[in-house]
């Protein structure tokens, strides 16, 4: 299939999911002009393998930046700094992708490439926090990974998501605040 063949499909699912509408393959194949046959021996799992195409794509682009850097040597506010920009780049995406009701799974298995990059301090922070008879190192990378979704998904669905400048702020508190501080005791 050609680059432009895949854009044509991606944008058709886009525009689809964006007017709060089932998407399935017959529509794209449908609006887009495609037959179903093309879309389907492209994107063998239908529309979920066209989403998590479109998401691996943006994580790649993250995942450029991110693994430039040793884990132990990334902050909040270099995360913030990485991270924010490329997803402000695919805002039409990342919006649609984490405001609709798309059938993906944000939260799904950590790749080889990110848990190579991670193993190392993600054992040491399991140690370090005394977590080994509960949770495995890359049970607490999904842990954060989790947390991460949870924030950037507060940004991304809203109906008009703020610039990444100004959200950045809000980013770094929710990523640095506990829970029991946020939601039980308050804020200062």
Known sequence: MTKDTKEIIIRTLLNIASESQKVTIEEISKRSHIT?????????SGVPGIVEYIYLNIVDEVNERLLQYNCEDVTIELLADLLLPVLWQHKEEAHIIFGSQLPFRLIGP???RTWKWAEKHFNSLIKKHGLANYFTAQELLRYFNAQLITVLTLW????????YEKFRPKFIFFMSTQINELIFKGTK
């Open 110 to 112: 950590i790749s080889d």
């Open 156 to 163: 991304l669905e809203a109906d008009i998501p703020i610039a």
């Open 36 to 44: 179903r046959t093309t879309i389907k021996n492209n994107f063998k």
